[in-house]
T-cell receptor, first 111, second 111 residues
């Protein structure tokens, strides 16, 4: 299986609610990144958190990293219909630049 | 404008007919990578390159070749395409250890 795994696979919420997506991984990382993909389009980088960081914010996004549990979470607050997309976590290996992606979470925000 | 450009965006071909998907980036990035995306499997890395003349296999390299003769270009070559290579392909680039910038994708169908 992929080295980065997201949970849940699909999430459907109402506008204004918060959305939380989780990512687990198996081996040591240098950093963990989150990406967004609108249907069939290229992925867009959202946020990068390094292995020595525990939490990071960017606008309505909050990412946490727990290296002891080998897990990360992405919180989108006050969601909007435009947040509807697939969200992927990507594990940055400790050596080099290689990124390994999970299978993604499909988020649907209903107006 | 900083971008990763892939061509062609769409291609239908037949089994065994060699094809090349080009990828070019204008950000002077050292790292470049190819991924394929299939339903339920997320993004899987095919090949990556840490710099000119340095390429390495990813998770699913069988049936593909790459070259990195210039920093900006990283073509993906399918010497003898087969139907199981029907997929959505993404090229991406980054500075070492940083966020990945993705192309818009190349949808390939092999009949």
């Amino acid at each position: 299986s992929q080295q980065g795994e997201e949970d849940p696979q699909a999430l459907s919420i109402q506008e204004g609610e918060n959305a939380t997506m989780n990512c687990s991984y198996k081996t040591s990382i240098n950093n963990l990144q989150w990406y967004r993909q609108n249907s069939g389009r290229g992925l867009v980088h959202l946020i990068l958190i390094r292995s020595n960081e525990r939490e990071k914010h960017s606008g309505r996004l909050r990412v946490t990293l727990d290296t002891s549990k080998k897990s990360s979470s992405l919180l989108i607050t006050a969601s909007r219909a435009a947040d509807t997309a697939s969200y992927f976590c990507a594990r940055g290996e400790t050596s080099g630049s290689r990124l390994t992606f999970g299978e993604g979470t499909q988020l649907t925000v209903n107006p | 404008e900083a971008q990763v450009t892939q061509n062609p965006r769409y291609l239908i071909t037949v089994t065994g007919k060699k094809l090349t998907v080009t990828c070019s980036q204008n950000m002077n990035h050292e790292y470049m990578s190819w991924y394929r995306q299939d339903p339920g499997l997320g993004l899987r890395q095919i090949y990556y390159s840490m710099n000119v003349e340095v390429t390495d296999k990813g998770d699913v390299p069988e049936g593909y070749k790459v070259s990195r003769k210039e920093k900006r270009n990283f073509p993906l070559i399918l010497e003898s395409p087969s139907p199981n290579q029907t997929s959505l392909y993404f090229c991406a680039s980054s500075l070492t250890g940083g966020e990945l910038f993705f192309g818009e994708g190349s949808r390939l169908t092999v009949l």
